[in-house]
């Protein structure tokens, strides 16, 4: 990665709009105050910086199950599957992990998988930080099958700030082990719900980045 990267990358699609109304307003607050002006500079920036959309490169092997997302491991617990996935009769270890609004907020893939089902449930938006966020806020789920037939499910769960949840992927469709299949605007958590035939790797309080951090690898 060159320096240029570093300080312009690339810009998820979702951020253009936004972008564009922090300049519109920051050339306002400028006809009117140079604080103003400077204060709307820094908040475009952030918003930019907020949509960020840098290249990831996975390990791309089956075995593994790398970070759906950029954050903070919050919570590792063992749980019955989402119930909204028809998937409460196996048990998983659930892995959460929360973005605050200077993380990059696009979601990846943790394996070479099949999106099997899709499902949005509207909901609170409580700190997404809580373990009753996990019930309680707003969230959408994925069901993917493994090219090993692993089933295994992700929630995108919206928090304090966040108003939108956005997925980039489609019901029945194959995709690549770190491949992009959402995003949540502004301060959020993704749950990675792990089969117990693999061996968690991450821990609590890891700081991880989205589709290259390992979480698990296959007993």
Known sequence: MNILDILLPKLHKEGHKFVTISLIIT????LISKVLGLIGLVVTIWVFYFFRDPDRYSIQD?????????GIISQI???????????????F?????????????VNRLPVECTVKDIFYKP????NASLDKASEENERNYLKILSQSND??????????????IVVSCSKDQNYKQGDRFGLIRFGSRVDLYVPKKF?????????????????????
């Open 27 to 30: 050339f306002v607050f400028l």
């Open 62 to 70: 089956n075995n593994y199950l790398v970070s759906p997302a950029d």
């Open 77 to 91: 617990t063992e749980i019955e599957g989402p119930k909204e996935l028809n998937m409460e009769s196996n048990k």
């Open 93 to 105: 270890t659930r892995i959460s992990v929360f973005m605050n609004v200077f993380d990059c907020h």
């Open 123 to 126: 909901g609170k938006f409580l």
């Open 151 to 164: 089933e295994i499910a992700l929630v995108q769960i919206a928090g304090l700030v966040a108003r939108r």
């Open 199 to 219: 061996k968690i790797l991450a821990k609590k309080g890891q700081a991880v980045t989205a589709g290259e951090s390992l979480f698990a690898i296959k007993n």
